[in-house]
């Protein structure tokens, strides 16, 4: 065991370490060893399992032979994660987000580090991207660990560190969003890039893609939700407008709303005698029938207004972005240097230069007319 191939080692999501004698057999075999919390997230214990296939074995030896190969296979899965480890050169601000965002698996909320991210600088946040850290409005995260080994193994780790029982409640595969059922561990969910809203989870990469949507429809602080983002969750519009709340976005007007109210009122303004009993779907005959051509595409409704919540991460890009505002910590360029080189006048209008030769009076249209009025009263 101790001269196997680290392809004959698996780690099932229940914390055990399993061994395939036979190379190349894609069966996990027996259990050899198990995890339990650790000092770090990422390093957890390994004990030897005392069984038939371990019998025999140094098991000091054994024990190292699979730490060193749980290293390696974490280091393997959580690539990104594991690499923040070796922050190299980075300067303080983007050295500490790395430093927590590697302490919570790879995601972290932004107001958690807002501080630190208002002091990066351009070389700052080149180094974060280069560690594959994206700066997201609402959370901070690594995309590449959304693959779903990577969220498994987290699961798991954090299970462990969290002394949950195991093995814990993974997503489907590949699944970017579902509703949670019952008691919402809204830590774990964060932790596996499935951060929940409402009582929708959501994973990381497509809450990016819903909020970015969001902000680019946003005009005047305000916003109309989109059936493209309820199809995007597969949602219902109601669980849209709940995960949109639950970001803090508030709604203001919802014409679903208005339309029900208006169809109450003309119901209860008009009289009882003039109602007509409803035609009973089984009466109608089939050619009456009113059901729109397969071919034509149905109208979807208008969906409903919402108050747009402006973090800082929004409004500061809004304002540095902006036009007529001066960059550079608020410093405006004098233009008017010293030594004479640039005019100092105050007076920008602009000036009015002539071309060509010069006019004569008497050659002025309202000259010549002059002249013909007076030759006629001459004549007179």
């Known amino acids: ?24 057999n894609p069966l996990p075999g027996e259990a050899v060893a198990v995890l339990t919390k650790g000092e770090e997230v990422l390093i957890p214990k390994v004990g030897v399992l005392q069984n038939e296939t371990t019998a025999g074995q140094d098991e000091a030896a054994l024990q190292n032979h699979l ?4 290293k390696r296979h974490i280091a393997t899965v959580l690539e990104p994660l594991v690499g923040l480890q070796e922050i190299g050169a980075m300067k303080q601000p983007a050295k500490d987000i790395a430093v927590q965002v590697h302490e919570a698996l790879g995601i972290i909320p932004r107001e958690q580090i807002e501080d630190l991210i208002t002091q990066l600088d351009a070389d700052d946040r080149r180094d974060l991207r280069t560690k594959k850290i994206r700066l997201g409005p609402i959370l901070v995260f690594i995309p590449a660990l959304n693959k779903p080994a990577a969220v498994r ?15 814990m409640q993974c997503p489907k595969d590949g699944i970017v969003s579902f509703e949670v059922e019952g008691e919402v561990d809204a830590g774990f969910y ?11 989870a959501i994973r990381i990469d497509m809450l990016d893609r819903v909020i ?14 989109e059936h493209k983002t309820a199809e995007w969750l597969g949602s219902s519009i109601e669980g849209l407008y ?18 029900a109210e208006q169809e109450a009122k003309a119901a209860e303004d008009k009289p009882e005698a003039e109602a007509e009993p409803a035609e009973k779907a089984e009466d109608k005959p089939a050619e009456q029938s009113e059901e729109a051509p397969k071919d034509q595409p149905q109208e ?31 410093k405006k360029k004098n233009n008017d240097r010293k030594g004479g080189k640039r005019n100092k006048s105050t007076n920008r209008s602009p ?15 309202f000259a010549i007319l002059e002249q013909l009025k007076k030759q006629s009263n001459d004549k007179t």
């Open 351 to 365: 000036k009015i230069v002539s071309v060509g030769p010069e006019k004569k009076l008497e050659d002025s249209p």
């Open 242 to 259: 709940d995960v949109l709340e639950a970001m803090g976005h508030k709604k203001i007007f919802d014409p679903a709303d208005e339309k």
């Open 67 to 70: 730490e060193d190969w749980l």
């Open 153 to 167: 193994l987290r699961a798991m780790l954090w299970g462990l560190q969290n002394d949950k029982e195991l093995p």
């Open 212 to 225: 970015s949507a969001v902000y680019d429809a946003a005009d005047k602080g305000k916003f109309r939700a």
């Open 190 to 200: 964060q932790a596996i890039a499935y951060p929940v809203f409402g009582k929708r």
């Open 300 to 330: 979807k409704p208008e969906l409903a207004v919402f108050r747009l919540k402006k973090g800082k991460a929004f409004e500061k890009e809004q304002s540095g972005g902006a036009k007529g505002k001066p960059k550079h910590g608020g």
């Open 1 to 24: 065991m101790l001269k196997a191939q680290d392809t004959q080692f698996s780690l099932a999501e229940d914390g055990h370490i399993h061994f395939q004698p036979k190379v190349g």
